[in-house]
């Protein structure tokens, strides 16, 4: 049974998990930065521990489209963890990716079956880029489940770690970060650890 209490979590141990947030973010714009051959800046992310039942608000309402990519965490880290953004972000991805011109609806939620795949590989370099430094940073084994990528509502998308997890407590470490310059990617890592995955991170980390 886990110590750990999210509610009640000490100044120190909310700005480790903070700190790791960022570097998290920052591995992940390095990789992206790579793949798509572009400078790419990062703004300092904005991270927060959340309940589920506040997120839709936070991103947008509950029945904005966002495009959602979701994979398990397995090792001695175990959870979920969860990237979103917007399909204007997912639009500007895409075209760089695959060298077309950005088009003047960038809002449409309709991709192509190879749009759809581009978005699933960028998607799955992210996220491993992120957890690479989650492991590194904690030196504690953590890989990812094959990932699964989804067109849907925000309250849509919630409502699958927040069934699953809400047996573990309902809170969730957010981490919103904006690449490249005129906030060229808006995006929502979410990083969703079993309690007791929490507390090996944060004994990992000297806490």
Sequence with gaps: MSKINLEELSDMQFDLLKEIGNIGAGNATTA????????MDMSVPKVA???FKDMSQLIGSEDQIVVGILLGMEGEIKGMMMFLFDTKSAHHLVNKLMMQEDSVDNNSTDF???EMSAISEIGNIVSGSYLTALGTLTNLSVHATVPSMTVDMIGALMSVPASEFGKYGDKLLLIQSQ???SDFVTGYFMLIPELESYE???AALGM
Excluded at 32 to 39: N, T, Y
């Design 200 to 202: 090996k991170i944060l």
């Design 32 to 39: 992206l930065a790579k793949m798509l051959q572009m400078k």
């Design 179 to 181: 690449f490249g310059e």
């Design 112 to 114: 192509t079956e190879m």
């Design 49 to 51: 521990l959340l309940p």
